[in-house]
């Protein structure tokens, strides 16, 4: 994946993780916050992707 698609999926990960996490139910809002983690580490990678270039 690119920069820019690893961003945007981290983008959406990340704020569908938050809603979950607006959930009553403990089981969908700790899948939200394990979504939202996955967010952060995808938007983080693409901006390693963008310093270093998209070949990695």
Excluded: C, H, Y
């Amino acid at each position: 994946m690119g920069e820019l698609t690893d961003k945007i999926k981290g983008n959406v990960n990340e704020a569908i993780g938050k809603a979950k996490q607006e959930s009553n139910n403990p089981e969908t809002r700790a899948e939200g916050a394990e979504q939202e983690g996955k967010g952060k580490a995808q938007q983080f990678a693409g901006k390693v992707k963008g310093a270093l270039g998209d070949d990695i």
